[in-house]
């Protein structure tokens, strides 16, 4: 049967049904049209996601505590990693945590680090739902994190040190200009610990050795990123890797975040012209 006509006979049967709200009906047989459209087309190499609006989301779902949003935001994760395992997606960048956060109540940080620690070791233990096996890293300061949090991300990157190609950087204790700032501060180190001037340094100084001093130098650009919560800004996230990226801004809180979102993010994306300067 062509894949127009499944649809309509999809829609067809589910209208059938008494107590089938039409809006669900509406977007599951949109959401499997767009599947279908955005594998026939490019897609991204490297998810970055801004995980934002726990908080916000959690007041307006008049839930108990703060804290409660970033549980759901937490499980979300897995949902949308399973999102990118089964789109291929071999590269996916979280930004659970920056350096700003850092600001936040006792409480509520502890909160958010014990969540940390419960999600990096699901994913290193093959306890998350994910499909495939990936690589986790942390990409940020790590000095600033609780001892407890540092041992758990540790033991994360050790038991799937060999688990590529597949890659799950997660960006806590992160800031975009922390980044750059330690890139430049290791690569002055290691160039005056090689007998260079500072004279020398200033002269020949590329943008291409800086980015080998990167956090995960390793790991190419983003193609997309995502920012959930209506916020139209990057905050300094991957603020050296995204001169080429594309940006997606969605409305919806993260805890909120949709497959349908994502697949919207992933279309927005294919059907835009990378010209990377040219």
């Known amino acids: 049967m062509p894949a127009d006509s499944e649809s309509t006979a999809t829609l067809l049967a589910l209208l059938r049904r008494p107590a089938a709200p039409v809006l669900d009906i509406v977007y599951r047989v949109y959401e499997r049209q767009l599947d279908r459209a955005i594998r026939r087309g490019p897609l991204p190499q490297h998810v970055g996601v801004i995980l934002d609006g726990n908080r916000r989301f959690a007041r307006k779902a008049g839930l108990s505590e703060v804290t409660d949003g970033h549980r759901r935001g937490a499980d979300k994760v897995e949902e949308l990693v399973g999102w990118c395992d089964d789109l291929e997606i071999p590269a996916v960048t979280l930004w659970a945590l920056s350096t700003d956060n850092f600001k936040r109540g006792p409480d509520e940080l502890k909160a958010i680090f014990s969540l940390i620690e419960e999600k ?18 942390m990409v940020g300061r790590r000095e600033l994190l609780p001892q407890t949090t540092q041992d758990a991300i540790a033991r994360a990157e050790e038991a799937t040190a060999n688990d590529g190609p597949y890659e799950l950087l997660v960006a806590v204790g992160y800031g975009g200009r ?40 390793d790991i190419p ?55 990377r300067g040219r």
């Open 221 to 275: 650009d983003p193609d997309l990123i995502i920012r959930t919560s209506g916020e139209l800004r990057l905050s300094g996230f991957l603020l050296w890797q995204s001169a080429y990226s594309e940006y997606y801004f969605c409305d919806v809180f993260w805890p909120e975040f949709r497959r349908i979102d994502f697949l919207r993010a992933v279309r927005s994306y294919a059907d835009r012209e990378r010209r």
């Open 120 to 137: 990096v070791a699901a994913f290193s233990e093959g306890a998350s739902p994910s499909a495939r096996r990936r690589r986790v890293r």
């Open 178 to 217: 922390e980044e750059i700032t330690d890139a430049v501060r290791r690569m002055l180190a290691d160039r005056i610990r090689n007998g260079d001037s500072l004279e020398g340094i200033a002269s020949g100084i590329e943008p291409e050795e800086i980015s080998r001093y990167l956090y995960a130098p």
